[in-house]
């Protein structure tokens, strides 16, 4: 359940924000989620280079990472949480005038909400091929906008399937991502796992995955991933940073492997900070 | 300029929505420009089946019709406006979790607000082709939707163009609409302007086109249009509920005719309700 005191709503606590505010609007502002441990904030510089970028594509300003970072421990510490996942939203602001076109003179709203860490996932990692495709847009690929209504939908009818997760697929077909995380397919020598030029969110731990894997002889591709590639892998693993490296026990009613190079990838992965 | 006093957030006075509602965090809703003239709504009925079916598409339960018309009456009169623009927001509600997926249990959240009605357009409406494309997607294709990230960058590439208004196309190169407009161009003996199965919102004023135009023995033919086709135009409209049918005096450096045609189906649409 959400618990409005771990919020601030630009420094102050509270869990109100204006009618008017570009991010409700129109979705105009990014967000991160990022992971919390015994007060330690994980990968705060990923993700804040990730919010940067996107704040730059964007057109925002981005907000001063010393308060960003202040920010999150309040609100973690408020929350008074062992582990949290802690969510940064920041939009352009609240608008003074109707219309699309931003003023240019709006001042950056910043979120900072401490969640509970969310219960476990099961024995059995359940995933399917999502019916809700991906709109292509190269401006909009690989940041974490706040336009997310395909994700929503796709979640929506994970729920009613019985499904952790869903891939999903461009319009021209090809795997891009799950809803909430990444996919990598394992192949004999190498990991595989769909490009994100034309839409997809660039994970953090994705990020990661590119840049350990080779530390265990493990080359990572990043490419075209077909259907059919997906109906044919043997192991498949998901990712993000609530999740860490999820292997997929179950895609499309066909029970899968699980690559034992996955837990030593993790482990990697778990060194860092 | 806003005014909070002109404003309902679920009937009550007030700019305020919980910092945790899923329109701020995915775009989660929908929302209607509606416009007031001495105290009339117009086109109500219209606006609302839109916003029933997106409603239906995402599955948000749809408001009642006789309370959004009393607020919307409520806001225009409280703002004291002959006329106005009023928008309707309605999203999913506050999400009591974290993550895309609904928990079925939102209560849906309304804002309703009058705006002023905007200044004059000036004498020469200029128009030009956006860098920003549309990602397509039928299912979130031709309903009036939160996720407008696209057309708040091609409005600010617009403003920095000095242009009022730029069209948009698809990922495939196709013409959609203009980034809050639906656009249509003046042949020998027809009207043609582009469907929109795969991406753009189905604008009120367009159906009103659409309806109206064989009374003036006036065929409108709806199918693709490429940029060609706009390079080559001899007469462009585009329209919305605050322009109406409003011709396009420059596209791209180029004068263009007005058509006269325009004018009296301009006076069809205005003798409708």
Chains 1, 2 share one sequence.
Request: hydrophobic letters at 45%.
């Amino acid at each position: 359940m959400i618990d409005s005191r771990a919020t601030l709503v630009n420094g102050v606590p509270g869990a109100q924000v204006s009618a008017f505010d570009r991010g409700l609007h129109y979705g105009d502002g990014l967000f991160e989620t990022l992971r919390c441990e015994q007060g330690r904030v994980r990968w705060f510089d990923r993700h804040l280079a990730r919010l940067g970028a996107g704040c730059m594509r964007l057109g925002i300003a981005m907000p001063d990472s010393a308060l960003l970072r202040s920010e999150v421990e309040a609100a973690v510490a408020e929350a008074g949480m062992e582990r949290a996942l802690v969510k940064i939203i920041v939009t352009r602001g609240e608008s003074r005038r109707r219309g699309y076109r931003p003023g240019g003179d709006e001042r950056v709203t910043r979120i900072v909400s401490a969640y509970p860490w969310p219960g476990p996932i099961g024995a059995e990692f359940r995933v399917g091929l999502s019916p809700v495709t991906l709109g292509s847009n190269p401006q909009l690929a690989g940041i974490k906008h706040l336009n997310r209504l395909e994700q929503v939908l796709a979640q929506r009818a994970a729920a009613a399937a019985g499904l952790h997760e869903v891939l999903m697929r461009s319009e021209r077909g090809e795997v891009v991502c799950g809803s909430m995380s990444n996919v990598y397919l394992w192949q004999e020598r190498e990991l595989l796992t769909p490009g994100l030029a034309d839409c997809g969110v660039a994970g953090i731990v994705r990020a990661l995955v590119l840049e350990l894997a080779p530390r265990l002889g493990l080359a990572v591709r990043t490419g075209r991933v077909s259907v059919a590639q997906l109906a044919d892998a043997r192991a498949i693993i998901v990712s993000n940073v609530r999740l860490g490296l999820q292997p997929v026990h179950w895609y499309e009613g066909r029970p899968l492997e699980v690559d034992v190079r996955g837990a030593r990838l993790q482990e990697l992965i778990d060194g860092t900070h």
